[in-house]
């Protein structure tokens, strides 16, 4: 009993330990209880996103729902669009919310749910029904998830914003998340890859698909709970809350976000592969078993990259400049797809139907992927601290604070390129004459197919790191200019307190 009580103890004065022990020059606030809390809440949208992920959505549609690839790669554009242009309309909201819970995590609190169910809807087997009524089927429950989705993922990220104000601990934040998002997102994420690799489910693959829709709904909720009911909003706002009008203004005056959204909207060439990766180990690769162990080699690539940058930038200190770090890793991965190509293009595109490559030149392509796969992690985790500080920036230049309107802008290329990727993948497939076919078995396709399915794995994600190169040249914040920054806002609000404080003591005594 007492060995209970002293474990319990332990864990509890754990929790209550701060994840940044040492100094680091600036002050750290958050405990693990917080950190792992909200790490839980971006768990649950990994749930949501792995099952929802553009691989497996796409040819669930296309091969399993019998819907033509062309009319999908029409309702995820404009789905798509219609998602992202409603992201500054939510973060707008958030900017504009008060309440006794803050401005962020009243929508954590009920988002999830209508998330959760949405992400099961997309996979209800709708196959018996008339065309026009799958169609429109499919089109209530993804523009629904992208609606939904949106509610949630935006105070998510400004949550992230305003819960500490430490560049090296909001870091370390997103690495801790960055792998706990990876881990919850494969409980329900796996379960296809895996299912495909037994040939029961070649031929019985809606099954996976709705077991792994049941999993993510519960998961969604279930994780999302922690985040609304432990963490704490930090940041101070404006008394005088902005308007719309002023929302959108100091949006424009971001130079250093306006960058980072260029960046993004190259980036969507390198989110095509995934929107073709089902389809890459299936047709080209020859087998569905391909799908789970191709995915193995990109997997660890979210916790090496968790536990990487943030040791990285902390070791780094006062030197670690994001612009530079972000530069390398563009680089690395545009030559590891650019490799991929040459090395295992060819023997991949003289397989015939349901062939398999060596041994040898499967591990080459597991090799390439996973050595891609790292850097754009890395850039990932890199570019959220970078919006980080872009939303510091606008405070320290017009004394207004918004991480809504601002993580929007981020969210709405996030929404824009991964709508527009899909249509890029599935229209490249359908120019190239890809043939379609019932579940997962492979079909023999046209070599013009095949460079199809080749090239959106390996040479367009290599253009898309490369366009992503020069808008981040004029990236305006280095590390010395923020913590230049984040020493004037502290002092503003020093002064701020303290004329706010004289001026109550004048009233109280009149």
Same mark, same amino acid.
């Given at each position: ?21 040492? $100094?680091?020059?600036?002050?750290? @606030? ?22 929802? /992920? ?14 033509? &690839? ?12 219609? $998602? ?28 999830? =749910? ?28 993804? @523009? ?21 104000? /430490? ?20 409980? &329900? ?10 040939? =029961? ?7 996976? =698909? ?15 709970? &922690?985040? =609304?009911?432990?963490?704490? #909003? ?126 040898? @030149? ?144 004048? @009233?109280? #005594?009149?």
């Amino acid at each position: 009993m007492m060995k209970g009580i002293d474990s319990m103890s332990k864990i509890k004065q754990f929790l209550d330990s701060k994840i940044i022990k040492e $100094d680091v020059g600036e002050e750290t @606030v958050l405990t693990w209880k917080e950190t792992i809390s909200y790490a839980l809440g971006r768990g649950a949208q990994g749930m949501s996103t792995s099952t929802m /992920s553009a691989s497996t959505v796409n040819y669930f549609l296309t091969n399993l729902l019998g819907i033509k &690839p062309g009319t999908i790669a029409n309702v995820r554009l404009w789905s798509g669009l219609w $998602d992202a242009f409603n992201d500054p309309i939510m973060g707008v909201m958030v900017d504009k919310t008060h309440t006794k819970d803050g401005k962020m995590r009243p929508y954590i609190k009920y988002a999830p =749910y209508l998330c959760a169910l949405f992400t099961a809807l997309t996979f209800f087997n709708s196959s018996g029904f008339p065309y026009i009524l799958r169609l429109i089927f499919a089109i209530i429950a993804l @523009v629904g998830w992208d609606m939904t989705y949106t509610a949630f993922d935006i105070p998510m990220g400004a949550l992230a914003f305003s819960i500490t104000s /430490s560049g090296v601990e909001r870091t370390k934040l997103f690495g801790i998340s960055s792998i706990v998002r990876a881990v919850a997102g494969a409980l &329900p994420g796996a379960i296809i890859p895996v299912a495909l690799m037994f040939p =029961y489910f070649e031929t019985h693959t809606k099954g996976a =698909y709705i077991t792994a829709a049941v999993i993510a709904f519960a998961g969604i909720i279930l994780f999302s709970r &922690p985040t =609304y009911y432990c963490t704490k #909003e930090r940041a101070r706002h404006s008394e005088n809350e902005p308007t719309i009008k002023q929302c959108f203004s100091l949006l424009l005056k971001n130079r250093p976000l306006f960058m980072l959204f260029l960046s993004n909207m190259a980036f969507l060439l390198v989110t095509a592969r995934t929107s073709a990766y089902m389809y890459f180990a299936i047709d080209l690769v020859g087998s569905a078993k391909f799908y789970a162990i191709l995915g193995v080699a990109g997997a660890p690539a979210p916790f090496i990259a968790g536990v990487g940058v943030p040791w990285l930038v902390q070791k780094l200190g006062s030197k670690a400049d994001f612009k530079k770090l972000f530069i390398g890793c563009c680089l690395a991965a545009a030559i590891m797809h650019g490799l991929l190509f040459v090395v295992c293009g060819k023997p991949l595109m003289e397989l015939e139907a349901g062939e398999t490559p060596s041994i040898f @030149v499967l591990i080459l392509c597991m090799f390439f992927i996973f050595a891609s796969t790292i850097p754009i992690e890395f850039k990932n985790l890199l570019c959220k601290e970078m919006e980080a500080e872009t939303v510091d920036y606008v405070e320290w230049k017009t004394g207004e604070r918004v991480e809504g309107i601002m993580l929007s802008l981020m969210s709405f290329t996030g929404k824009l390129t991964n709508s527009v990727s899909s249509t890029i993948a599935l229209a490249i497939l359908g120019i190239a004459g890809y043939v379609t076919h019932e579940d997962a078995v492979a079909t023999a396709q046209s070599m013009n197919a095949k460079f199809a399915l080749l090239s959106l794995e390996s040479l367009v994600p290599m253009v898309g790191c490369l366009l992503m190169l020069v808008p981040i040249f004029f990236y305006n914040i280095s590390r010395k200019d923020h913590d230049k920054m984040m020493s004037e806002i502290a002092q503003r609000r020093a002064l701020k307190e303290n004329t706010l404080k004289e001026e109550l003591e004048d @009233v109280s #005594e009149v």
